[in-house]
């Protein structure tokens, strides 16, 4: 079997920047499939094949097609970093790690989606994560033991994190805290961070470019 180079399939301005991050900073080498989301491009036949739900991000490697952020996040940091951004199987930080990875998708991004749309998470017996302020208190808990996420170890869960974190601060939907504040402070230093930032912004105006010749026409 041909070992190729991971393929991700991203949109600017998603969900599939921190997998863009996460790239950047495992330092490998990786070819990029981008698709507009304005023009539909996520729900066409050819990444439907990829992804029936149409999303972003996803992941092609040699035979593995790999969707969900945080399973990508866990299939390209067990295979590149073991050891290093994802803390080895025997490690004692190992069920920390993997915890905070699926406590994201789990229960902050469904908090998230409920208080962005106005939504009430409806009774606790039914709800992914029981109360917004609960989710975001017990991260804000874990960030006030810091510096990072696993306390002085740095791992892929911190791309994770302050990818979202930086996202939600910006627009207003967390609360910057000091304990947030100074995390993210690291984050975007990084970088893996600005350089996944930079692609992201190209992107963005190539879209938008193309955009306005297709209307002028």
């Not at 330092?27 to 990029?32: E, M, N, Q």
């Not at 981008?34 to 992804?51: G, Y």
């Not at 970088?191 to 190539?206: H, P, R, W, Y």
Request: charged letters at 20%.
């Amino acid at each position: 079997m041909t070992n190729q180079s991971p393929i991700l399939f991203h949109a600017p301005q998603s969900r599939s920047l921190s997998v863009l991050f996460l790239l950047k900073e495992l330092d490998i080498k990786f070819d990029l499939h981008v698709l507009n989301m304005r023009n539909q491009e996520n729900l066409k036949p050819e990444f439907l094949a990829v992804n029936p739900l149409g999303k972003v991000p996803a992941l092609t490697h040699n035979e593995a097609v790999v969707t969900e952020q945080v399973a990508i996040y866990m299939y390209l940091a067990d295979l590149y970093s073991l050891g290093n951004l994802a803390p080895a199987i025997d490690d004692p930080l190992r069920g920390s790690y993997v915890r905070w990875l699926t406590f994201y998708s789990g229960c902050f991004e469904p908090a998230l989606c409920d208080k962005g749309q106005n939504r009430e998470p409806g009774p606790r017996n039914m709800s992914p994560y029981g109360e917004f302020d609960a989710v975001i208190g017990a991260v804000q808990a874990q960030l006030e033991q810091g510096p990072y996420l696993l306390g002085d170890r740095f791992t892929a869960a911190d791309l994770l994190w302050g990818t979202a974190l930086w996202w939600c601060t910006s627009f207003g939907l967390v609360e910057s805290t000091p304990a947030i504040k100074r995390y993210l402070e690291q984050i975007v230093r990084r970088t893996s961070f600005i350089e996944a930032n930079k692609i992201d912004a190209d992107l963005v105006a190539k879209q938008e470019a193309e955009q306005e010749r297709a209307l002028s026409v």
